[in-house]
C-alpha cells in the first residue's frame, strides 16, 4: 500500500505563494491521474486539480491561472504550486489518486491571512 506524505503549508498573506510537495512512499509510476484535494473547516473535500502521467492538468474554476500542478514520476512526488493566494484558499491539502485513492495521508496546512 502507497503511503502519502504531504508537505509544505504554512501561514502565508494573501497574494504569497507556497509549495506543496507529497511524497509516496511507493512507485507511483504506473498511476494514470493523481490529485490535489482540500478541505476547509466545515466543509466537504473538493478536487483542486489533477495531472496524468503524461502530463496533462485539470484545474477547478476557483484555483484556475494561479495554480499549477507537476509531477516526478522518478522521485514518486507531485507538486502544487499556489500563487495569487486568497483567504478562500485556507484548507487542509491531501494528494492522492483520482479514483480508487489510497489511504489519505495527514494533509499539510494552508493557511492565508489578510
Known amino acids: 500500500q502507497v503511503q502519502l506524505v504531504e508537505s509544505g503549508g504554512g501561514l502565508v498573506q494573501a497574494g504569497g505563494s507556497l509549495r506543496l510537495s507529497c511524497a509516496a512512499s511507493g512507485s507511483i509510476f504506473s498511476i494514470n491521474v493523481m490529485g490535489w484535494f482540500r478541505q476547509a473547516p466545515g466543509k466537504q473535500r473538493e478536487l483542486v486539480g489533477s495531472?496524468?502521467?503524461?502530463?496533462?492538468?485539470y484545474y477547478s474554476e476557483s484555483v484556475k491561472g494561479r495554480f499549477t500542478i507537476s509531477r516526478d514520476n522518478a522521485k514518486n512526488t507531485l507538486y502544487l504550486q499556489m500563487n495569487s493566494l486568497k483567504l478562500e484558499d485556507t484548507a487542509v491539502y491531501y494528494c492522492n489518486k483520482l479514483t480508487s485513492p489510497f489511504s489519505w495521508g495527514q494533509g499539510t496546512q494552508v493557511t492565508v491571512s489578510s
Open positions: 495531472i496524468g502521467y503524461g502530463g496533462s492538468t
